[in-house]
């Protein structure tokens, strides 16, 4: 078991404007366990969903180090972080990003075919389980163009825990939804941090950042408030 799942140590990013560059990120510090729910908030043009993106290894540092269960993730290449986000890291989008032409169970199956940690006759069986556990089953069969976007949602959630990883990274997942709807995916990451995974998550909802037991606050590309 990894004690230590995110290390964020003096993280700077840059990035050009014309000529010139501008600073998005200006020395950025945390440290998250294993098992924490974190919310990361702040004002439009704070760098959040760009710090979000080094912890997936999706945008790299300037400056700095960004270590993910265990792994120094910018050091990686493109085909070793393909395998590492598939084993160890469920991303959850705010647009859902679920492919058109692909049922919802065949969604949350595509994860596992490309991992190939389970023996293929057990994928759609697990694929189901987790459509249950976000009470999508009735939906299996369905394209994401014929349910709700809170539906969608739903199902990207199921797919982000497809192989069962142990950090799972939201931006703004509630950020298209009502309110009736993002207070189901907030139970659902609750049930999900209670059963041992990390939720880190980037949102604007200030309600939803003060329902995590610990919320770091960006303002002018650095921490304002951890606590």
Do not use: C
């Not at 404007?17 to 020395?27: F, H, P, Q, R």
């Not at 556990?133 to 825990?161: C, E, N």
Request: cysteine-free.
């Amino acid at each position: 078991m990894i004690e230590t799942i995110i290390q964020v140590k003096n993280v700077i990013k840059r990035f050009p404007v014309g000529d010139s560059e501008i600073t998005v990120l200006k020395g950025i510090n945390f440290t998250i366990k294993a098992g924490e729910f974190v919310s990361i908030v702040g004002p439009s043009g704070n760098g959040k969903s760009t710090l979000l993106n080094m912890v997936t290894g999706i945008d790299h540092p300037s400056e700095g180090d960004v270590i993910v269960t265990g792994k120094t993730v910018h050091t990686m290449s493109e085909n070793q972080l393909a395998a590492w986000r598939g084993e160890y890291v469920g991303i959850i989008f705010q647009f859902f990003q679920m492919l058109p032409a692909l049922t919802l169970l065949k969604n949350v199956i595509l994860p596992m075919d490309f991992v190939k940690k389970l023996p293929r006759k057990e994928r759609a069986e697990r694929a189901m389980h987790l459509l249950e556990m976000v009470d999508l089953a009735d939906q299996a069969d369905k394209l994401p163009s014929m349910v709700s976007g809170g539906q969608q949602q739903r199902a990207a959630i199921a797919r982000a825990m497809a192989n069962d990883p142990p950090l799972l990274v939201a931006d703004e997942p509630t950020g298209n939804l009502d309110s009736k709807t993002s207070e189901d995916v907030y139970q659902i990451f609750s049930s999900l941090v209670a059963e041992g995974k990390t939720l880190l998550m980037v949102t604007h909802s200030r309600s939803l950042a003060a329902r995590a037991p610990r919320t770091i606050e960006i303002r002018d590309g650095m921490i304002y408030r951890d606590k």
